[in-house]
């Protein structure tokens, strides 16, 4: 099943960017809460994500692990009576002010859903639709970011003789694939997945596995999952969500050995264990 | 008076368009008036084609129908199935036919308005409390 994927392309134009060795913050995130009403969906998070690397959020569900995701992007504020507080770095820009342009934001931090939603269009104009709204209106450019997209997710070999057919015709795996390359095809620098292959069969799941972990060193990536043995494969840092008092909230993170290794706190050895949840 | 019929069925091919679909759009730095333009509009064109069938049609089928059906009788109604007149009919037959009764046209129309604007929010409200039950807010 690797044969389908692109196993390195020289010619793209890979940003030079330090090596995940050298941990160099992306995302910085400080005393991060939110609540819908007056419920904490997660209280005082705190993280920071390095640049380059694959970042796991692991822990059950309904303790946040979506919604920090959406906060990361500001899509939280499309959700009615989400309210944040804290302090979210992207770079040296302050997400949290008001004037923080989004726009340009969600192009910067890309995002994949759970469940694959190529819109009901063609393939190729899931994909050229987002770049023509962002400005790139030469046609023979958008083809070229079209071609190396689908070809940096490994699609381009399966649907390159029909580009004119409608996304929703495509098999889960490949729509997954699809909205992972209409993400990419904005160069985006950070991508945030969440569960991405779990509604997925083993076979495409596995796909898309090596394929974000193809992606590591050209985008910082937060990726939600259930599977941990999905994290421990691709993941180089962890980060350990758990409900405390009805809210979410960070019980540990660290390196990927060190998480599955050498817990530092109990519940995490319970859950990596496999005693609880 | 076909408005209603209209924009309610817009309205609700608008609501019945996936929510993945704005999010995503948004997800990709999409701007709101675009996400409307090219993923709502389409995928609620149906509903709103219909809304417009529905709509022309009952414009157009209903002054005749009405004449025939509930009568032209100008006076009260003494029970439910006397011969009466719609409130549409009245306006159109003392503007053209009553001489003078501009006045009355227009006191009629503006009866017929306040009971539309009645009848929608009472509907409106109606629905509302239903969905509330049905649906549990998000």
Redesign the interface.
Known sequence: MNKELPEFYPSLPLKIRPDCCEPSPHFQIENLSLKYGSKFAFRNIKLTLNRGCITALVGPSGCGKTSFLMCL?R?IE????ASVTGEIFFDTQDLMKAKTP??????KV??I?Q?P?P??QTIRKNIE??LK??GILDPIKRREILERALTDVGLWQEVKDRLEAPALTLSGGQQQRL?IA??IA?EPEVLLMDEPCSSLDPISSGVVEDLIASLRQRFTVLIVTHNLAQARRIADYVAFFWLEDGAGSLIESGPTKQIFNEPRHKLTAAYIGGLRG | MVLPIMIRLTQEGLRAV?P????????????RS?ILL??LL??AAPSVIVGLVLGVGRALAETAALVFTSGYVDRLPQSLWDSGRALSVHIYDLSMNVPGGETSAYKSAFTLLILVFFINSITTQLTKLWLQKRIIL?
Do not use: D, T, W
């Open positions: 992007n899509l499309l959700i009615p009576g989004v726009i340009e934001l969600r192009r890309g995002m859903f469940k939603n819109f009901p639709f987002p709204e962002h909205c209409r993400a904005l | 996936p993945e679909y704005s999010l995503s759009g948004s997800a990709l730095g999409i701007s675009q090219h993923l389409p995928a998000q």
